[in-house]
C-alpha cells in the first residue's frame, strides 16, 4: 500500500526557532519520487522539492533543508530560522505507480505551521 | 503565461444540482488532474488525464465525470451534487507522469453543496 504519514497536525513556534516537519512514507516500488508542497493561507499549493529514490543525499535550498533515509522511510524537512512567512500547511506527498502504469501522487493530511513574532 | 487556472474560484451548489469546474493550463502539459482537499485528509485524486481524449479514474470518483476534449482544458463535472462533495477542488498538471515530474497546482475551487 502506498501511504504517507504527517504525524504533527500543528506546530506553533517563535520566529527564528528552527523547526523540523516529519514525514514517513509507505511504498512497495522500488522506484518512487518524494515531494514537498507548500500551501500558504491563500490557498494555492506550492512545489518546493522533488526527490527520488535513488539519491539520498540531503538537500539545501537557503532557510530550508531536506533529509531523506530510505532506511527509516523519511523524508523531514527543516525550516532554519523560520519566519511569519514561512507560516502555511506542508504536505509530503509520495509518486507511485497506479495498476494502470501510470504515476500517481498520493498526499499526506499536511501540517500546519505558525509562525508567532 | 497563466500556468494553470480554474474557473469557477468559489460555488454553491443546492443538493442535485449539477455543475463543471473548468481546468485550464497554458504549459503544454500531457498530464492533467482534479484533487479535492478536506479538512485533515490531505489531496485525494478524483480522476486524471494522460493526454487529450484519454481520462482515467482515481482515487475516489464516484459521484465525478471528467472529458479533456482539448489538450489545454479538463472538465470536471458533478451531475447530481451531494453534500459531501463540498471540498476543494484543485487541478494539476504536469509534463510528464512517466517520470514524476511535479504536478503544477491551479488557486482551487471552494464548493459548498447544501
Known amino acids: 500500500a502506498q501511504k504517507v504519514t504527517q504525524a504533527q497536525t500543528e506546530i506553533s513556534v517563535v520566529e527564528k526557532e528552527d523547526v523540523t516537519l516529519d514525514c514517513v512514507y509507505e511504498?512497495?516500488?522500488?522506484?518512487?519520487?518524494l515531494f514537498w508542497y507548500k500551501q500558504p493561507p491563500s490557498g494555492e499549493l506550492v512545489f518546493l522539492i522533488r526527490?527520488?529514490?535513488?539519491?539520498?543525499q540531503n538537500e539545501i535550498s537557503g532557510r530550508y533543508s531536506w533529509n531523506f533515509q530510505k532506511s527509516t522511510s523519511s523524508f523531514n524537512f527543516t525550516i532554519t530560522a523560520s519566519q511569519v512567512v514561512d507560516s502555511a500547511v506542508y504536505f509530503c506527498?509520495?509518486?507511485?505507480?497506479?495498476?494502470?502504469?501510470?504515476?500517481?501522487?498520493?498526499f499526506g493530511s499536511g501540517t500546519r505551521l505558525q509562525v508567532q513574532p | 503565461n497563466a500556468g494553470v487556472t480554474q474557473t469557477p474560484k468559489f460555488r454553491v451548489l443546492k443538493t442535485g444540482q449539477s455543475m463543471t469546474l473548468l481546468c485550464a493550463q497554458d504549459?503544454?502539459?500531457?498530464?492533467m488532474y482534479w484533487y479535492r482537499q478536506d479538512p485533515g485528509m490531505g489531496l485525494r485524486l478524483i480522476h486524471y488525464?494522460?493526454?487529450?481524449?484519454?481520462?482515467a479514474k482515481g482515487e475516489v470518483p464516484d459521484g465525478y465525470n471528467v472529458s479533456r476534449l482539448k489538450k489545454q482544458n479538463f472538465l470536471l463535472g458533478l451531475e447530481s451534487a451531494a453534500p459531501s462533495q463540498t471540498s476543494v477542488y484543485f487541478c494539476?498538471?504536469?509534463?510528464?507522469?512517466?517520470?514524476?515530474?511535479?504536478?503544477?497546482f491551479g488557486p482551487g475551487t471552494r464548493l459548498t453543496v447544501t
Open positions: 511504498t512497495r516500488d522500488t522506484t518512487y519520487y
Open positions: 488525464s494522460v493526454g487529450e481524449g484519454t481520462t
Open positions: 494539476a498538471s504536469s509534463y510528464s507522469g512517466g517520470t514524476s515530474y511535479e504536478q503544477y
Open positions: 504549459m503544454n502539459h500531457e498530464y
Open positions: 526527490r527520488n529514490s535513488f539519491d539520498e
Open positions: 506527498a509520495l509518486s507511485f505507480l497506479m495498476d494502470t502504469g501510470r504515476r500517481a501522487l498520493t
